[in-house]
């Protein structure tokens, strides 16, 4: 059944590599019309599929988030769609407010003191939504964080178009913006990905063994301990190097089990192959994820680099945590462990594909596709525009 999916897999990533290629060679051609393309820019959707999205004033890239609350929340003005998936980051953000919003506990649910919470403040009294007419209550939800001394009140009717991937809102009696920056950093989300429980805590102890990550500073929380980092090179300050709104360390997870998984395998009696390879040293037994209950190989991955002589031991129930964008890993059989990320890196290298973190962008390509093409002069202009035009920022 793994198999078989790997497979798939294996098709689907063989298939959007042509269409990649084909892309590219489009986009040669289309260069050298440059000055004649007149379209818009197709940058994602811009919201309008949902017409609670309320358009906002100064907001270049139109992603429903204005320049300014781009910036302080770490986005870039001009790109619509950082994370690649078609949909305007900003409606995103507030889809996934509004989800956390909902997640949070009640004062009376919590069961420490430092955990954020709400307070429902209802009203006697409905109104109506200006778009589809439902009826929601007055009163507000007050979000309240602790630990970072925040206190933000979010009208009920501005939850309600949150949902629907609004920060802005307008009822018979409340209408506005939600303080985004604000709210975003009281519910701690900066990014639109959604969590998973196989993103383990770098502070997560297991009795015996003690931590699993080799320590749990994360200056910048995107689950590669500040050690790792150093290791490897990267920024501590900064969670998102590439700008594509997912945290460094859950991409590169992902990143480096897409790799191992595109890996020749090679048996272990077999002659060593050139280059990087994988040795399955899969056995007859299972082991069980903690997290999810599903059953994997209870063996390992030997991952060979033939050039260095280097290599690394991947159990399966690791590789499986890093399908779901984590180092670190919590099976029946191997316990708690993380991968030896540096070890990881060097043994296979870094990901070399155009957008990889840790690669660079063609000169010209403005919007970071990876391909110099009309978009980027789209880009160019509109940059040009927001830099000339006095009153915008
Ligand atoms: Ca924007
Ligand atoms: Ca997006
Ligand atoms: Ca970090
Ligand atoms: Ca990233
Ligand atoms: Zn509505
Ligand atoms: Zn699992």
Known sequence: MRRLKRARERHIWAARRLARRIVTTSAIAGALHLTAYTGPARSAETG????????????????????????????????????????????????????????????????????????????????TCDVCGEAV???VIRVVNHALGLTVDIPVIASHYMEHGSFSYGGQINRGR????????????????????????????????????????????????????LAAGLNLYDADQ?????????????????????LPTVEPDEPQA???????????????????GQSVNMG??????????????????????????????LGTLHGGSRIDVAALLETIGWPIECGDLGTAYPPGDLNQDCTVDAEDFVELVNWWLGATEPDSR
Not at 190 to 214: D, K, S
Not at 277 to 285: E, N, P, Q, T
Request: charged share 25%.
């Open 300 to 329: 390992y991955w030997q991952i060979v680099n033939a050039a260095t002589g280097g290599s690394i031991e991947i159990p399966e129930i690791a590789r499986h945590f890093m399908e779901h964008g984590s180092f670190s890993s």
């Open 48 to 127: 309008v599929s949902d017409p609670h999205r309320i358009a906002v004033a100064e907001d270049t890239d139109r992603d429903l988030l204005t320049d300014r609350e781009e910036l302080t929340l770490g986005y870039l003005p001009f790109r619509a769609d950082q994370n690649g998936n078609e949909v305007a980051d900003g409606a995103e953000l507030a889809t996934r407010c509004a989800r956390a919003l909902a997640q949070l506990p009640s004062l009376t649910q919590v069961t420490d003191s430092g955990q954020t919470f709400k307070q429902e403040m209802l009203v006697f009294g409905l109104q």
């Open 137 to 139: 209550n007055m009163g």
């Open 178 to 229: 939600v303080e985004v920056a604000r709210l975003a950093r009281a519910l701690n989300v900066r990014f639109p990905c959604e969590p998973n429980e196989h993103h383990l805590p770098l502070a997560h102890v297991i009795e015996e063994l003690g931590r699993i990550a080799p320590d749990a500073n994360d200056l910048d929380g995107d689950l590669l301990a500040d050690s790792e980092e």
């Open 242 to 262: 590439d700008h594509n709104l997912v945290p460094d360390g859950i991409q590169l997870a992902h990143r480096y089990a897409e790799i191992i998984d595109r």
């Open 274 to 292: 050139a280059g990087v390879y994988k040795v399955s040293y899969m056995m007859r037994g299972l082991e069980w994820c903690e997290i999810c």
